[in-house]
């Protein structure tokens, strides 16, 4: 069954093929989704643009979400492709490299700037551009992880920036229900992509998590595809202002050894 036939998403973060957004992607392409996307550099262009045509994507255009103007032009691109919108994804997050090493106290004012506008406003002037393309309802799906919520070394600044992201689900979610559009957070394990390297020891913190996960392994962008399909689908229509886990379980753990090493 296709879950996803005759709904038009429009899907924000992909930048090559280990993007999870490109998960996502393919996952709604599977379920009969008519799919728009956006990139934020114009270097990216020759890596997403093979992606769109494996999937049928007509609609891609750049938007750096850190300017109003290019969200606005971005949308109103968007209204006259396809008029109105079902599904937003926003995959996007960034802070400045030096920002993801080393110690939170040491975080620069205009890195502090940098990570919260990209990762975490951009989700509320997405949001915004979209309600008027979701005059029935939709659904909004952003990308958070459990730093957000506990201290994870070097995740820094991300970790303060996905705080905010998550807690803007919330209040998204309760301005614009009454619309039925709903707003969720997929919290993803740790997954080798772009912007994972830039996080300082990022192969330790999938080691780390594999090792003591209760599936005991990472987890994969199709599998937050999934994730993301169920809360983009009328299988979810009864859920907001969540955050779902897709990390094979490591955010439960109390103390995260693994049992052999507790004897
Ligand atoms: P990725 O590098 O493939 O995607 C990040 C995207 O953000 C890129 O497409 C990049 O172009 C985009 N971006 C950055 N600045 C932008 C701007 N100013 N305007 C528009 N787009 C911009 O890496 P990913 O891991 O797939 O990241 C997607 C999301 O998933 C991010 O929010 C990330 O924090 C989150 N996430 C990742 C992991 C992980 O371990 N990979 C875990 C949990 C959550």
Redesign the pocket.
Known sequence: MKLLEGKKALI?????K?????GIAQTFHEHGAEIGF????PQ?ERRVRPLAAQIDVEFIEM?????DE?IADLFQKAAGHFGEIDILV?????APREELAGRYVDTSREGFKIALD??AY?LVALAKAAQPLMPNGGSIV?????GSEKVVPHYNV?GVA?AA?EASTRYLAADLGPDNIRVNA????????????G?GG?RK?LGYTAERAPLRRNVN?KEVGRTALWLCSDLGSGVTGEVVYVDAGYHILGMPEPPEKWG
């Not at 924000?12 to 090559?16: K, V």
């Not at 926003?90 to 960034?94: A, L, M, T, V």
């Not at 952003?142 to 459990?146: A, K, L, N, Q, R």
């Open positions: 924000f973060g992909i930048a090559n280990n993007s999870i957004a490109w956006s990139y934020g550099i990216l938007c750096d979400v850190s300017s290019e926003h995959s996007i997050g960034f990209i990762s951009s952003s990308m958070t992880y459990y991300m996905k992201l997929i919290s993803a394990g740790p997954i080798k992509t772009l912007a994972a390297a996080v990022f913190m962008q």
